[in-house]
């Protein structure tokens, strides 16, 4: 890191987007015990061909407003086996799509999953930590807020995607 760079300090919980996903705001969990980011996830559709795999997934950003849903899609960079911090072995779908933290945005890997139970609704890994970030894990949203009002209708992103009907 250049000495005259600013360092990104983030508590062990902030606030996120994953704009090319249509999610404007996230409360996530900074694990730097987890190698992988992961998005929890309650629906999961690959689509696609071989060569050019594709996923769809539903995505209930807040755990308090349970009929908020987005649906986004992405390209399939990997399928990894992930073990979980339960101990659960798991083959997961890997995308690639930039996060936005405290004004800053770079790409990261992620993961999807369903774990409805889950309090956050992104995981932070330490694999998209970058070297110019501080992990301050004494304290929690060091960057600014965001919010689920981002959400309402003529607010969303553009990039969701709409969800497919059952007959499709």
């Known amino acids: 890191m250049h000495p005259n760079a600013s360092r990104l300090i983030i508590g062990w919980q902030e606030w996120i987007a994953l704009p090319d996903l249509g999610l404007p705001a996230l ?3 900074i694990d730097t015990g987890a190698k992988t980011s992961a998005l929890h996830t309650h629906y999961i559709e690959a689509y ?3 060569k050019r ?3 769809r ?4 950003p807040s755990p308090e407003i349970g009929d908020l849903e987005v649906v986004a899609t ?8 992930v073990i979980s911090s339960n101990g659960v072995r798991e083959l997961r779908y890997v ?4 996060l936005s933290i405290g004004g800053r945005q770079w790409p990261i890997e992620v993961t999807l999953t369903n774990r409805e139970h889950m309090t956050y609704r992104m995981l932070i890994g330490r694999q998209a930590i970058r070297s110019d970030m501080l992990v301050d894990c004494a304290t929690s949203f060091r ?3 965001l919010s689920y009002g981002l959400y309402e209708s003529g607010r969303r992103p553009t990039r969701a995607a709409a969800r497919p009907s059952s007959s499709a």
């Open 27 to 29: 409360k996530a969990k």
């Open 48 to 50: 696609g061909t071989v």
């Open 53 to 55: 795999p594709r996923v």
């Open 57 to 60: 997934f539903a995505v209930h």
């Open 74 to 81: 992405a390209a399939v960079i990997d399928r990894r086996d």
């Open 95 to 98: 995308i690639r799509t930039p």
């Open 143 to 145: 960057q600014p807020q």
